[in-house]
């Protein structure tokens, strides 16, 4: 070496200069021991090789929710370093993999990114997301509805809040701030599937209560939702047979039926053919029995059939009296009728049916009366 500085001309290294280049490396040598560091995060248990991302992560507003949540059962730290084992360079999509070390180029800039709150968030797997309830999922702006096959009916689905985490909260606080109100309450035998229904039709299908498609067509939610609240759809159309097909499943009008004391006299044959018939297989026998006001139906099949039966089980009863009562108590409180009058109820179809009658014959005297203008002769004068 001191051959080849004399033979280049070059002047020899002094010792403060040789230590000056000594304190150089071992300084560049720490830098590039401190950028090879992994930064874990014991909450989200997410390994960051960044310093300025893991910053970045810790200011989040998830990692700060769960933080304040991870605090209260574990005293542990928060933020764990550790050296990057030699041979192993980070892959973005698969995690840790091994590779040569000399593959891996330290200072190279294309290799890092920037760890936003938004990437942060969408990075989230469902098992991380257990420990947060549905309220914190509205505040980190996650939009989980169309990944949902059922809708929480605590929640309202005009605003997506949970005012206090019960149906009879939820149901308030529709009527209160949308005007939404479940018509004919006292006779509601499942309120939580029909809450979970119309949620699943708004969150889901991008549905207007009202229209029920026949009005405009919606591609998002935000869409669905503006359009109730501008146009007072926040209602359902109650009333109209088609659209009361989907409403029936969580509706039991048989105490509105006539009572006991108005029923008329048989004789036992006629009584016992009209509560057992075959089905239309002619394979089951259906029995009708009466349970107070209330009607129930079986059904009795062959034995030769019992591994089928098997394999459709019972449905079990949907009916709530307790939840159905709170209902209706909330809704006498803030003013509002729950059930029909008996005569509303049972002249509604003859109604209908009167008015679709006399639009008939409107059209039909404006027919005949034209019919008569068109074909006169014209000598005729009246």
Wanted: hydrophobic share 30%.
């Amino acid at each position: 070496m001191l051959v080849r500085l004399q033979l280049a001309g070059a002047p020899g290294v002094s010792e403060a200069l040789f230590i000056l280049r000594l304190e150089t490396l071992a300084a560049e040598r720490g830098r590039l021991g401190a950028e090879n560091l992994v930064y874990t995060c014991s909450v989200c248990h997410k390994e960051y090789r960044s310093s300025k991302a893991h910053a970045q992560h810790l200011r989040s507003k998830l990692h700060i929710q769960k933080a304040s949540i991870w605090s209260k059962s574990s005293s542990g730290p928060i933020t764990v370093t550790k050296p990057v084992p030699h041979g192993v360079v980070e892959n973005s999509d698969e995690g840790l993999t091994s590779a040569p070390y000399s593959d891996c180029n330290v200072n190279s800039s294309d290799e890092w990114e920037e760890v936003n709150d938004d990437d942060d968030v969408l990075s989230l797997n469902s098992d991380e997301l257990d420990g947060i309830d549905q309220g914190q999922r509205v505040e980190a702006g996650i939009s989980n509805h169309e990944d949902l096959d059922y809708w929480n009916a605590t929640q309202c689905f005009f605003c997506d809040s949970i005012p206090d985490g019960s149906i009879g909260g939820c149901v308030q606080h529709m009527h209160q701030q949308h005007g939404f109100f479940l018509p004919d309450a006292e006779y509601l035998s499942d309120p939580q599937g029909l809450l979970s229904y119309l949620g699943m039709k708004v969150t889901k299908d991008f549905m207007c209560l009202y229209c029920e498609g026949h009005g405009k067509q919606f591609s998002s939610l935000e869409a669905v939702r503006k359009h109730m609240i501008s146009k007072s759809h926040c209602k359902l159309r109650y009333g109209d047979e088609d659209q009361e097909e989907g409403l029936d499943n969580f509706y039991d009008f048989t105490s509105s039926y006539l009572p006991e004391e108005d029923a008329q006299l048989v004789s036992e044959e006629e009584f016992t053919a009209s509560l057992v018939s075959l089905s239309a297989s002619g394979e089951e026998l259906i029995i009708k029995h009466a349970a107070g006001r209330k009607q129930g139906i079986k059904t009795v099949g062959a034995r030769e059939f019992l591994k089928y039966y098997k394999q459709k089980p019972r449905p079990s009863d949907m009916y709530d009296g307790t939840l159905v009562n709170s209902l209706v108590s909330r809704y006498r409180r803030m003013g509002l009728s729950t059930k029909q009058t008996r005569d509303g109820f049972c002249n509604r179809k003859e109604t209908k049916k009167a008015a679709h009658y006399q639009a008939h014959m409107m059209r039909m005297k404006l027919g005949i009366k034209n019919n008569i203008l068109k074909n006169l002769p014209r000598n005729v004068l009246y």
